[in-house]
């Protein structure tokens, strides 16, 4: 994916079926949402849905979690 997408521009058909195959890809190999959004010139809310409709397993959201606190052994 060299080329950015033109910004709102319409992606339909084969060439769509090759971005989200190229963006399941990537982000399988670890890159975020947000890095994959910059470098293809699209918007987060569009590499997300272009995911969801490859089938991909999104990972959950990073930092820190709210969980159990974890018990420090004196």
């Known amino acids: 994916m060299a080329e950015t997408l033109k910004k709102g521009s319409r992606v339909t058909g084969p060439a769509r079926e090759k971005l989200a195959a190229d963006l399941k890809r990537k982000y ?30 999104l990972r959950g959201r990073g ?7 974890a018990t420090t052994a004196s």
């Open 28 to 57: 399988e190999a670890g890159q975020s949402i947000r890095s994959l959004a910059e470098e293809t010139g699209r918007s987060y809310g569009f590499v997300h849905r272009m995911l969801s409709e490859a089938d991909v397993t």
């Open 63 to 69: 930092g820190a979690t709210r969980g159990k606190k």
